[in-house]
């Protein structure tokens, strides 16, 4: 079954460094996704991502924060400077054409921000 | 008010006994529905999803949504020590947005 698949697994980063999540979408699907779940919280939405635009947003995802696709497989977030507070499991997610179709999850990436 | 409310648990039950878990939220404008297991140190894997009220079933599994009460069900039939993980609901659609909200989710173990 197709799957989304996220590099690395665990990063872990010193603070104020710049940091890309990479994600690849399952092959067929044309929007994505991240989320974010810091320990013990909620899993909460950061950015949607369409015909290479950013579709919709979240507060947390201020100017520190980047998404692109590099190439017609790839999908990845940039973090520019990293803080503490970005210390969190970061999900990427796509679904299929239209909207609001399910969204199916990566096994994220533990970031670590010391 | 919380957007999206589900009791965190945990949630411990004999192997074979029946699983409810629930969700309550107060945005009415919320349209799809979505039950997701998510086990230890994984990402969430869909079960169930849904739009607007009405029961679903898929296998061992029953989801109901209730729009009126604003208030979403999973059932779990025959439940088995492979079920026990954390169980998240989330919902969308609210005013054309395509983001989830989730709520906390719940810990389930299923007890040999």
């Known amino acids: 079954e197709p799957e989304v698949t996220q590099t690395p697994s665990h990063q872990v980063t010193q603070m104020g460094q710049e940091v890309i999540l990479r994600c690849v979408p399952i092959?067929?699907?044309?929007?994505f996704y991240w989320y974010r779940q810091i320990l013990g919280q909620k899993v909460e939405f950061l950015v949607s991502?369409?015909?290479?635009?950013?579709?919709?947003k979240s507060e947390i995802f201020d100017d520190q924060f980047s998404v692109e696709r590099p190439d017609g497989s790839n999908f990845t977030l940039k973090i520019r400077s990293t803080k503490l507070e970005d210390s969190a499991m970061y999900f990427c997610?796509?679904?299929?054409?239209?909207?609001?179709?399910?969204?199916?999850f990566g096994d994220g990436t533990r970031l670590s921000i010391l | 008010q919380k957007e999206v409310e589900q009791d965190p648990g945990p949630l411990s039950v004999p192997e074979g006994a029946i699983v409810s878990l629930n969700c309550t939220y107060s945005?009415?404008?919320?349209?799809?529905f979505m039950w997701y297991r998510q086990y230890s140190r994984k990402g969430p894997e869909l079960l169930m999803y849904?739009?607007?009220?009405g029961n679903k079933e898929d296998g061992r599994f029953t989801a109901q949504v209730d729009k009126s009460s604003k208030y979403i069900s999973l059932f779990i039939r025959d439940s088995q020590p492979s079920d026990s993980a954390t169980y998240l609901c989330?919902?969308?659609?609210?005013?054309?947005?395509?983001?989830?909200?989730f709520g906390k989710g719940t810990k389930l173990t299923v007890n040999p």
């Open positions: 945005n009415s404008a919320f349209q799809y």
């Open positions: 989330a919902m969308s659609g609210q005013g054309g947005s395509e983001k989830l909200v």
């Open positions: 849904t739009y607007s009220s």
């Open positions: 991502f369409y015909n290479n635009e950013i579709s919709e």
């Open positions: 092959s067929n699907h044309l929007y």
């Open positions: 997610a796509s679904s299929e054409t239209y909207s609001n179709q399910p969204q199916h």
